[in-house]
């Protein structure tokens, strides 16, 4: 999306040129934040124009931040899980509540992505990837019997 290019430039061309130390290691809260901006402002447009697009748009913007917070020190993967989880079931909520795919789609390759990165960083070990992938496809398939409960419901009726 072109605000999240216009973000990278902002960050990388005005405000790090600006700071005395550029190797603080604020560039990727600073680039975080400014996906995160763009994930809410495409949030507030999905409510006046096209839901689907924007939303999923958000969701991207919202994937965006949460991996460039893994190069954050010292808590970056711990940050980066938290803004996957939210964004996640924010879409995995909204793809429930809606039923467009696109949500879906999103929301499960953060978890698939981030999640099993997070807990591989947090560990130390393969096995934090491990428990990251095992986290992830509980996640989806307790989405898919949520789903697939609902539909039943919704087909009763």
Same mark, same amino acid.
């Given at each position: 999306?072109?605000?999240?290019l216009? &973000?990278?430039? =902002? !960050?990388?061309?005005?405000?790090? $040129? /600006?700071?005395?130390?550029?190797?603080?290691?604020?560039? +990727? %809260?600073?680039?975080?934040?400014?996906?995160?901006?763009?994930?809410?402002?495409?949030?507030?447009?999905?409510?006046?124009?096209?839901?689907?697009?924007?939303?999923?748009?958000?969701?991207?913007?919202?994937?965006?931040?949460?991996?460039?917070?893994?190069?954050?020190?010292?808590?970056?993967?711990?940050?980066?899980?938290? &803004?996957?989880? =939210? !964004?996640?079931?924010?879409?995995? $909520? /909204?793809?429930?509540?809606?039923?467009?795919?696109?949500y +879906? %789609?999103?929301?499960?390759?953060?978890?698939?992505t981030?999640?099993?990165?997070?807990?591989?960083?947090?560990?130390?070990?393969?096995?934090?990837?491990?428990?990251?992938?095992?986290?992830?496809?509980?996640?989806?398939?307790?989405?898919?019997?949520?789903?697939?409960?609902?539909?039943?419901?919704?087909?009763?009726?």
């Amino acid at each position: 999306s072109g605000a999240m290019l216009l &973000v990278c430039a =902002v !960050v990388f061309n005005v405000i790090d $040129t /600006a700071e005395a130390n550029p190797t603080n290691g604020a560039i +990727a %809260v600073q680039l975080a934040v400014g996906f995160l901006l763009v994930a809410v402002a495409l949030v507030g447009s999905g409510l006046i124009l096209s839901r689907t697009l924007a939303w999923s748009l958000a969701g991207l913007s919202g994937w965006a931040a949460s991996i460039v917070l893994q190069t954050d020190p010292p808590y970056g993967e711990w940050l980066s899980l938290v &803004v996957a989880t =939210v !964004v996640s079931a924010a879409l995995l $909520t /909204a793809f429930v509540l809606t039923r467009r795919y696109p949500y +879906a %789609v999103i929301g499960c390759a953060i978890l698939l992505t981030i999640w099993p990165v997070s807990l591989y960083r947090i560990l130390d070990d393969a096995v934090g990837a491990a428990i990251g992938l095992v986290a992830a496809g509980a996640v989806l398939i307790g989405t898919v019997i949520v789903l697939s409960r609902r539909r039943r419901l919704s087909a009763a009726a």
